[in-house]
């Protein structure tokens, strides 16, 4: 049997502008997202059906069945195609990172890539259909720096500078829909039409410390332990700002280079043993998220 492998990057929203509400209650989003070295990685061979096999240390208690979202994906992209996929789940579930959605997106580039289907065209109509999945799925589909606008389908590509961050998430589970249900401000201001060009990581940084991730108050009120963590990211050496991701209840720190987020990494592990901690620098996992063959 021939194995792919595929990498799913973790998604990092860098800014979530919440703009308003569609009439069915999807919120609509202004959000600038980055893609993480760090993600789940997926083997998957052609076979007569679809079938799902889990491992990895955050495999516990996700749907090995057709709930799966790399699964419905599959099942969705290769109509008359079967796979025996394998998700290595290294992603925390429920975390502000997409795994759920990165896992959908790298299973149907995946199955793409067996139909000889995995260009632009092909790329462009898994988008559009996996919408549905998730509205985080077709951002996951590229793994590369982009604006997205709508209730998620809206992808504009963008040129950053790569940022040296330290991710953190202090082991609660938040639910999307949950944290949208307790929103108190549903209208807010978008990021500015125009995005400006950045020399290098500071002088993103710094524009990014005046814009919002407008999930963060609530996700806040329902696990203060998502504030502490805020906080002790900002208090360590060398982090230029400190920032929730999605729904939460994943944050990032972000700083000037990677030795001084790799310092920070430690010394966070050093006081938080118990928290998932990964560093890395965010920003265009195109390269490594295409199927390569095992
Ligand atoms: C908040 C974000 C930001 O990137 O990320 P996560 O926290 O999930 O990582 C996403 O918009 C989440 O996208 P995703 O996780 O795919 O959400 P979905 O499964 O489509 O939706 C789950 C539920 O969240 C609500 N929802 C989702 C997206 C959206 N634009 N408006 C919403 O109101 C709806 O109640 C929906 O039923
Ligand atoms: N392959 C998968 N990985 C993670 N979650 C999955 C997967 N398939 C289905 N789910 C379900 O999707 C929900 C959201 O998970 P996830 O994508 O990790 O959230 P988030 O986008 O907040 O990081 C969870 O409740 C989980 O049970």
């Known amino acids: 049997m021939t194995w ?11 800014t979530l502008h919440i703009t308003g509400q569609r009439d069915d209650g999807y919120h609509l989003l202004d959000t600038l997202v ?16 679809f079938s799902l096999r889990l491992e990895g240390p955050e495999a516990a208690g996700l749907p090995a069945n057709g709930d799966n979202l790399a699964l419905r994906a599959a099942a ?20 502000g990172i997409g795994g759920g959605s990165a896992d959908a997106a790298a299973a149907a580039r995946a199955v793409l890539a067996e139909a000889g289907a995995l260009d632009t065209d092909g ?6 259909a996996l919408l549905a999945l998730g509205a985080d799925v077709p951002m996951c ?43 108190t401000s549903r209208v807010n201001p978008p990021m500015p039409e125009r995005l400006p060009e950045f020399a290098g990581p500071e002088s993103l940084i710094d524009w990014l410390s005046g814009m919002r991730n407008d999930m963060e108050p609530a996700a806040i009120a329902l696990e203060p ?30 700083f000037a280079s990677m030795a001084e987020a790799g310092v920070a990494a ?12 990964a560093e890395g620098l965010l920003g265009d996992q195109q390269a490594r998220a295409m199927p390569r063959r095992g």
């Open 76 to 95: 969705m992209v290769g109509e008359g195609q079967g796979a025996a996929i394998v998700l290595e789940k290294l992603l925390p579930v429920a975390s």
């Open 225 to 254: 332990v998502i504030g502490t963590l805020l906080s002790e990211l900002a208090a360590l050496p060398g982090c230029r700002l400190a920032r929730m991701s999605g729904s939460g209840a994943t944050c990032f720190g972000l």
């Open 266 to 277: 430690g010394a966070l592990r050093r006081a938080r043993p118990d928290w998932w901690i």
């Open 34 to 49: 980055v893609f993480a070295p760090v993600g789940d990685t997926l083997r998957v061979a052609p076979a007569e059906e």
């Open 4 to 14: 792919t492998d595929v990498f799913a990057p973790a998604k990092i929203n860098l």
């Open 123 to 128: 790329l462009a109509r898994a988008e559009a």
């Open 141 to 183: 589909i590229a793994s590369r720096p982009v604006r997205v606008r709508g209730i998620g389908e809206g992808l504009e590509p963008v040129a950053l500078p790569p940022l040296p961050a330290v991710l953190v998430n202090p082991r609660v589970p938040v639910s999307t829909p949950q944290i949208f249900r307790s929103l």
